[in-house]
């Protein structure tokens, strides 16, 4: 996926920021650009793991990673590997869903979700059935809807880029900064 054109860059225009799936949780966490338009991505990136992992991380593998429940790949039999109850209801549940949980509590581990959800962020995706977007809220699975996938990408399907829209305040803030730029 290293050599698509197009999906490793991070670029700023007067209506949206566009991140492609492959720019690294690094090169967010350094942007001056995103400093200035979008801090809560940078803090949400900033929180990921340690440097290193950082400058490899990606935007779609941190947004697309699966559960990291540590019942399922555990020795307990738990709902989602086909066992007949959520261990997590019992037992160490600090990091598990308090609300629409239904026969798994597991939840998203990615640190950027929350935030492209807050900002009414869209998904662009590569299909073999015709590209297509989603908005990120529509984008993620509750667990009683799927048991087995954290969001709605088929198998064939790659996450290409997030388009994040500016606000009125973030374009005037855009306006300024490019104009420092050039």
């Known amino acids: ?3 698509i054109a197009g999906l490793k860059r991070l ?3 007067s209506s949206s920021l566009t991140l492609g799936a492959l720019t690294t949780l690094g090169e967010i966490e350094r942007s001056k650009q995103l400093k200035q338009l979008a801090p809560a991505i940078i803090k949400a990136a900033a929180r990921v793991a340690t440097p290193q992992i950082r400058n490899l991380g990606t935007v779609g593998g941190n947004l697309l990673q699966d559960s990291r429940c540590p019942y399922y790949p555990g020795a307990w039999q738990c709902y ?5 109850v959520c261990d997590a209801v019992r037992g160490i549940n600090t990091e598990h869903a308090l609300f629409g949980g239904d026969r798994c509590y ?3 581990p990615s640190d950027l979700a929350p935030v492209m959800v807050a900002l009414t962020a869209t998904a662009k995706l590569h299909s073999p059935r015709g ?4 908005d990120f809220g529509d984008l993620y699975r509750l667990q009683k809807d799927d048991i087995t996938n954290m969001h709605r990408l088929l198998p064939d399907e790659i996450l290409t880029e997030v388009v994040i829209p500016l606000s009125p305040h973030q374009r005037s803030t855009f306006i300024k900064y490019a104009m420092r730029k050039t």
Request: hydrophobic fraction near 20%; glycine fraction near 12%; proline fraction near 0%.
């Open 1 to 3: 996926m290293k050599s």
């Open 11 to 13: 670029e700023a225009n």
């Open 80 to 84: 989602r590997k086909g066992g007949i």
């Open 106 to 108: 597991t939840v998203t």
């Open 131 to 134: 590209n297509y977007e989603t």
